[in-house]
């Protein structure tokens, strides 16, 4: 009976956990996508919501990492159970940071001016709709466990790398044809930059679900740590 009630318990522990990670990651997404509509729509009410949102979000980073190191403490999990509690940790650590980013670009929505008239503005949604996917995707692939679906999150940060390199050149090109919008152009490289490392956090998250999920670390994982 006492074994029964230890391993209910434990599982229990571990849908708490899951369903944490799950709110976090939700919030993370959200808090994105609100920053970008801000920056498009230069709505500061939102920004401003985005940037108080994100308490909540280290609140949670918080309890999971409290839950994490008290279920390996008292429960001693092993294998599956190890990898899914130790991944739970590291990916709470690394959506804490996409809500910085988050954050990030709702305090740069405030400061771009006049919008209609800056034409580079345009070019940041299509990269910022590839990294919402990725976030978006990645949680599934937690969900689901499901590490079909974390390498294709992984395949598409080039996509996002690649929209970063142009997005850099046009606007160094915009800032020496057009002077005065030399603040509005910096705001939204520094945006981009954000949207960039998203897209390697979330691809940080898929290969923690990869290893959750298979045991094994993806082969060019394998060779960066060997390194």
């Known amino acids: 009976m006492a074994q029964e009630h230890t391993v209910k318990a434990f599982d229990e522990d571990i849908t708490r956990l899951r369903g944490l990670v799950a709110e976090m990651g939700g919030l993370a997404e959200v808090a994105l996508n609100s920053s970008l509509e801000a920056l498009i729509s230069g709505n500061k009410e939102l920004a401003n919501n985005v940037i ?24 001693a999990p092993m294998a599956d159970d190890l990898r899914e509690v130790v ?31 800056f034409e580079p503005l345009t070019l940041v949604p299509a990269m910022a709709d590839i990294a919402s996917e990725m976030v978006h995707d990645v949680m599934t ?11 294709e999150v992984i395949a598409r940060d080039a996509k996002v790398d690649a929209f970063y390199d142009s997005i850099f050149r046009n606007l160094v090109s915009h800032m020496m044809e057009n002077p005065a919008s ?3 152009a910096a705001e939204l490289l520094f945006v981009a930059r954000n949207i960039e490392r998203i897209g390697d956090h979330a691809t940080n998250v898929a290969e ?7 045991g094994a670390y993806l ?5 960066k740590t060997e390194g």
């Not at 954050?103 to 771009?112: G, P």
């Not at 923690?208 to 298979?214: K, R």
């Not at 082969?219 to 060779?223: M, Q």
Request: no cysteine; aromatic share 4%.
């Open 141 to 151: 692939a937690f969900a689901a466990r499901d590490s079909r679906l974390a390498v």
């Open 87 to 117: 991944a739970a940790l590291k990916i709470a650590g690394v959506l804490e940071r996409i809500g910085d980013y988050s954050k990030n670009i709702a305090r740069s929505a405030m400061r771009v001016k006049n919008r209609a008239k």
């Open 208 to 214: 923690m679900v990869y290893f959750a999920a298979t």
């Open 52 to 75: 108080a949102r994100d308490k909540r979000i280290d609140e949670l980073e918080v309890e999971i990492d409290k839950l994490a190191v008290r279920v390996i403490a008292l429960r």
């Open 182 to 184: 030399i603040t509005s």
């Open 219 to 223: 082969p060019d994982r394998e060779e």
